[in-house]
């Protein structure tokens, strides 16, 4: 049996599924990052880092038989996190993309960079976090880590060298590096003169699903794959999981249900997701779809504060076995922070919550995405048919779950295939793989 492996490499935790060529996903493996905090930032050690992701391909290894074979892998995952390499060696920590610096640093170096620019050119916004926010805080504060590095990237690119011993980057997982035009799919020369940043010390720029290299002995030893295993370059974490979900048309949408629900929608040029404000991604981009994303922010905040409010120290199946029993509308019942809900069942309020979340997702899918007709949830909720439901009544749209937790790690596996010619593309892979049905 032939085998593909997926990353998803996330905030908090590496994800990994081991694939057969046919889809069938025959195990799925987690580790945790664990996060230091240094002068105030937070940080992951890089080699550390790595060997979590090792750890786990080490672990998918041990799950199949000595006859079968692991094609390719592939990590696609949450993107920003910035490395300084030198000799192949990290000298800096992971500078997380959570950390925050401070602006009256930051724009003495890219003040020339206003922000109107940098969402055009980049596709997201010029925040006080992300890679551009942290290389001109270290321009000021440590000008010597910069230019004494032989390699500036983020953690997945720092992985994929450690795995292969080359370099390469894809415009998707390069959008939060900020350093890419992603019109043009190269490097901003106005972006990397403003950090005086040499473009020689970056990854080069290559397509989704390019394959970099095999397996180098020290990966062979800490991973126990074949060396003849192939690494293939992913995307950003949620593009990868609208490969893994099945999303990639324009009436079709994909919602990510963290601690905010992330809302992914493919569009036919890149323009709409700019003059909607929203991030834009090169998706299946050249050839394909791009994508716009937004947050509906603190969703999961607002569930555990009104579920503690109003029913008390409950657990989310409580919450389900509850809401199931309450009608469409919940009774009447429409919960704010100060709702008086007396007079009403546990089962109406479970239900409100549940519909005040899909209510203030509705307005949203009304300004943004009012064409879709297919709703695919990937994330915690994804176990509750119930939510599903209350989604799906609230907005008129149906709500469906292909791969749910697993769909970023699923999504890379795709990739992996597509990367070792197992699959002619994403789309297809997933249609022969889940059939029509599943569309």
């Given at each position: 049996?032939?085998?593909?492996?997926?990353?998803?490499?996330?905030?908090?935790?590496?994800?990994?599924?081991?694939?057969?060529?046919?889809?069938?996903?025959?195990?799925?493996?987690?580790?945790?990052?664990?996060?230091?905090?240094?002068?105030?930032?937070?940080?992951?050690?890089a080699d550390e880092f790595c060997k979590g992701c090792f750890d786990v391909l080490k672990e998918i290894k041990s799950e199949i038989c000595e006859y079968d074979k692991i094609l390719a892998i592939c990590p696609s995952g949450a993107s920003g996190n910035l490395v300084f390499v030198k000799d192949g060696k990290a000298i800096s920590p992971v500078y997380g993309w959570q950390n925050s610096f401070d602006d009256r640093i930051t724009e003495e170096v890219i003040l020339g960079l206003d922000g109107e620019y940098v969402y055009e050119t980049v596709g997201w916004p010029k925040i006080k976090s992300m890679p551009l926010a942290a290389l001109a805080y270290i321009r000021k504060t440590n000008p010597d880590l910069i230019d004494s590095s032989d390699m500036i990237c983020m953690h997945i690119e720092y992985l994929?060298?450690?795995?292969?011993?080359?370099?390469?980057?894809?415009?998707?997982?390069?959008?939060?590096?900020?350093?890419?035009?992603?019109?043009?799919?190269?490097?901003?020369?106005?972006?990397?003169?403003s950090l005086g940043i040499d473009k020689a010390k970056l990854p080069p720029i290559m397509k989704n699903c390019t394959s970099i290299g095999h397996m180098t002995e020290f990966a062979v030893e800490k991973t126990d794959l074949d060396k003849d295993t192939k690494v293939i370059l992913g995307t950003f974490d949620h593009p990868s999981a609208a490969r893994g979900a099945?999303?990639?048309?324009?009436?079709?949408?994909?919602?990510?249900?963290?601690t905010s629900w992330v809302v992914f929608v493919p569009v036919s040029e890149r323009e709409k997701a700019i003059s909607q404000k929203m991030l834009s991604d090169p998706f299946m981009h050249p050839g394909g779809k791009w994508c716009a994303m937004k947050s509906l922010t603190s969703v999961s905040d607002t569930i555990d504060k009104y579920m503690k409010k109003y029913l008390g120290d409950i657990s989310f199946e409580e919450l389900d076995t509850l809401a199931d029993k309450a009608p469409i509308g919940a009774n009447g019942l429409l919960l704010d922070d100060d709702t008086d809900t007396r007079g009403f069942e546990k089962s109406d309020i479970a239900r409100a919550i549940m519909?005040?979340?899909?209510?203030?997702?509705?307005?949203?899918?009304?300004?943004?995405?009012?064409?879709?007709?297919?709703?695919?949830?990937?994330?915690?909720?994804?176990?509750?048919?119930?939510?599903?439901?209350?989604?799906?009544?609230?907005?008129?749209?149906?709500?469906?779950?292909?791969?749910?937790?697993?769909?970023?790690?699923?999504?890379?596996?795709?990739?992996?295939?597509?990367?070792?010619?197992?699959?002619?593309?994403?789309?297809k892979a997933f249609y022969s793989i889940y059939g029509e049905e599943k569309h």
């Open positions: 049996m032939e085998y593909l492996i997926g990353l998803d490499i996330g905030t908090s935790s590496v994800k990994g599924v081991l694939m057969s060529t046919d889809g069938n996903v025959k195990s799925c493996k987690t580790k945790k990052h664990i996060y230091h905090e240094i002068d105030g930032f937070k940080t992951l050690d994929n060298f450690c795995l292969t011993g080359k370099w390469g980057i894809t415009p998707s997982i390069g959008t939060p590096f900020y350093l890419i035009n992603q019109k043009k799919m190269e490097y901003e020369q106005k972006i990397l003169d099945g999303v990639f048309d324009e009436d079709e949408i994909l919602i990510s249900c963290g519909e005040c979340i899909a209510i203030r997702l509705n307005e949203f899918l009304k300004v943004y995405a009012k064409d879709a007709k297919k709703i695919r949830l990937v994330g915690g909720i994804t176990k509750s048919k119930v939510w599903c439901r209350v989604i799906s009544e609230i907005t008129g749209v149906n709500v469906s779950v292909v791969n749910g937790e697993h769909a970023g790690a699923v999504g890379s596996a795709i990739m992996a295939g597509v990367g070792v010619g197992i699959y002619e593309n994403e789309k």
